[in-house]
């Protein structure tokens, strides 16, 4: 069962059931378990505060505090809270029913407690449709940081909105009210409009190579292979690749502190902006040859700054990693006959004797 912060149970559906409430609003296509959640609880009255994870949001506990074995309770999981086994019972719903609208997802995702994307279009859309905002799923795909439906960026909003029981409603909240938020989220965007439509394209080529491939399963191996390459993109010495407003709000203080190279390899994208990974797409698109070098030396021409806009350029900012090994060993590990090694510009040949033999 839910509790509070002070401890105690704090739903109680049947109170409701008396009172002849027998309508359950069914959720939108790719809403959240906990956006329909808090819906559910907004369309039956229920006192707003009826669920809170203690995994996520400005509360959460920090491992040293004792919050590790809670660490990992997504939201958005069926299996992983129990209290909806009451929610089921009040509501007469099967777990069945629960499952088979919120599937569980394989693809890379951003872990609950980082969660902080929206797209505001999405939000005016189910504001119209059913009067709330809703999350959607797809916001927390790795791998999918701007808005398909709407070709634009997502939005980060500040972290200590994530996790909160009422997300969407926040993020619309925090959009509206912080004054400086609209005309930065728009100046930022602007200014990087051609990298991001081209990332777009990277994203929506990954898509497209998946075609046939049932990611219900298990992410595909052509999205972990470009996710390793976004990985690799995030290393430091790419850094400098990136506009500056890129690192805003990263919660990474001590970015790729070399104790922890390795570790950081793989979690540093967990808490990365979508600015971040749009970048990132970006380069993975350079180093794939799905962004000629003709329109990356436009994008650095037309938005007024540098980033490489050749893969042999980006390569050579690598050759001192001593992550390469372990990158090729990932690569290697998601190649597959729709993308692989073979599928890299201008790697030198240096690299392939030694990493891709
Ligand atoms: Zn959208």
Redesign the pocket.
């Known amino acids: 069962m839910p509790r509070s912060h002070d401890g105690r149970t704090t739903l109680n559906l049947g109170k409701f059931w008396k009172m002849g409430v027998r309508t359950i609003i069914e959720p939108l296509i790719d809403e959240t378990l906990s956006s329909w959640l808090y819906r559910v609880n907004v369309s039956l009255g229920m006192p707003l505060r009826f669920y809170s994870s203690p995994s996520v949001g400005p509360d959460r506990p920090s491992l040293s505090s004792g919050g590790a074995s809670m660490a990992f309770s997504d939201p958005d999981i069926v299996g992983e809270n129990l209290f909806l086994e009451e929610v089921a019972t009040q509501l007469s719903i099967s777990r069945g029913w629960l499952e088979k609208r919120f599937p569980r997802t394989n693809r890379p995702t951003v872990p609950a407690q980082y969660r902080r994307s929206f ?1 505001i ?2 939000h005016s859309d189910s504001v119209k449709a059913v009067n709330n905002p809703i999350c959607k799923s797809s916001w927390s795909y790795l791998t999918k940081p701007q ?1 398909e ?2 070709s ?1 960026p997502l939005i980060d909003c500040h972290l200590t909105v994530s996790g909160t029981a009422d997300f969407s409603a926040q993020t619309l909240l925090w959009y509206c009210s912080v004054h400086s938020i609209e005309r930065e989220v728009y100046l930022s965007n602007d200014a990087c409009k051609l990298r991001s439509a081209l990332a777009l394209n990277v994203q929506r080529r990954i898509s497209s190579l998946e075609v046939g491939v049932d990611v219900s399963k298990g992410a595909s191996s052509v999205e972990m292979f470009v996710f390793t390459l976004m990985r690799a993109m995030m290393m430091p010495q790419v850094h400098h690749s990136y506009s500056k407003i890129a690192f805003r709000q990263w919660e990474s203080h001590k970015r790729y502190d070399t104790r922890g190279t390795y570790i950081n390899f793989f979690q540093e994208i967990y808490r990365s902006t979508c600015f971040m990974r749009i970048h990132a797409l970006y380069l993975c698109g350079i180093i794939l040859g799905w962004v000629d070098e003709d329109e990356a030396q436009a994008t650095n021409k037309i938005e007024g700054w540098y980033s490489p806009f050749a893969a042999d350029f980006i390569w050579g900012m690598l050759k001192d990693s001593k992550l390469l090994r372990l990158m090729f060993t990932e690569l290697k590990r998601y190649e597959s006959s729709a993308l692989n090694l073979n599928h890299l510009r201008g790697l030198p040949s240096p690299y392939r004797s030694s990493y891709c033999e």
Do not use: Y
């Open positions: 797209c279009h999405c808005c439906i709407h634009v």
